[in-house]
């Protein structure tokens, strides 16, 4: 008699990576080798080619091969020369989709540097200071354009040092970036930040209230009101800190919640419309495609890629 097994469950969420996982073996750095700047090189297939996410900062450099790029909830292509910065925590993969046999020995260029350190000594030196806006929206991804054969030069400038020199030769790396102009945001809604603290919390407010009662109607109106303004101040004050009007912004997060429920749950599409806060689903499909070029149904299954 066979014994029927039960199918695995799909997996659906990115995997979290460890210290202990990062082997010399796959193209890292030997930890006591290193100090808080670790640079990576590997071909594909590998293992370290999967949806996943880690505590540090990656800088990733494409030398080979052309795909399927997933930071996030964005999907694209990308080709030798393809720069991202991820942000903390930021879920990942690229995926190879033009390979020879036998597959490349070299495909990526990384660099890993945590948040804490940077954070800190840009505390107390102003010149470090430059590149914490570019980390800030790091956290979202953010794609370089123009930078490929820069951005290998500078890599191999950081690997071939150690100590105060690779440190040097890291800043200068980021240095470069930061005065990049031509840049995209891959994923997510980016604020653009203010100086002014109360304005910076009466946009976290508006936010949070977004995020928490996001399947409820919301209003311009009602949140100016709320800080005492017209809703036409309101409108310039939160288009000034975000980069969006109101509506646009209420729309990318909820978006950004379908996406996240498109990619981690098996929900109907229908159900899921309702549930982020849109009140009919052909205004959903449409807002859909207006922000991430792709119907919700196909942005399911491009999603389902990044396990491969």
Known sequence: MSVRTRPLPRQTKP??????????????EASQDIG?????????PTPLARWHYHDEYELHV???????????????????????LTGPRLPHNWISTDLPEGGVALR???????????????????ELADVMPMLERSRHGIEFFGMGERAQHLWHEVKQHQGLRRLAAFCAFLAELAACTDYRLLSSVQLQGDDDEASLDKIEVVVNRVMQRMSEPLSAAALAAEFGMSESRFSRFFRKATGNTFTEFVNRIRINRACQLLME??????DI????????????????????????????????????
């Not at 995997?15 to 890292?28: H, I, K, M, T, V």
């Not at 749950?265 to 229908?270: A, L, S």
């Not at 009140?279 to 196909?298: C, D, E, L």
Request: contains cysteine.
């Open 36 to 44: 808080m700047i670790r640079c990576l090189a590997h071909g594909f």
């Open 273 to 308: 419309c309702f549930e982020v806060g849109f009140n009919n689903v052909a205004n959903f499909n449409r807002r859909f495609q207006q922000i991430k070029g792709v119907t919700p149904s196909a942005f399911r299954r491009e999603a389902a890629g990044r396990f491969r």
């Open 62 to 84: 494409i030398v080979a091969t052309s795909g399927k790029a997933f930071v996030g909830d964005w999907i694209g292509q990308f080709q030798p020369g393809h720069v991202v």
């Open 108 to 126: 990526d260029l990384v660099i890993q540097f945590p948040h804490e350190p940077l954070a800190q000594a840009a505390q107390h030196i102003p």
């Open 265 to 270: 749950t098996d929900q109907r599409i229908t």
């Open 15 to 28: 995997e979290l990576e460890w210290e202990y996982s990062r082997s010399p073996e796959l193209g890292y």
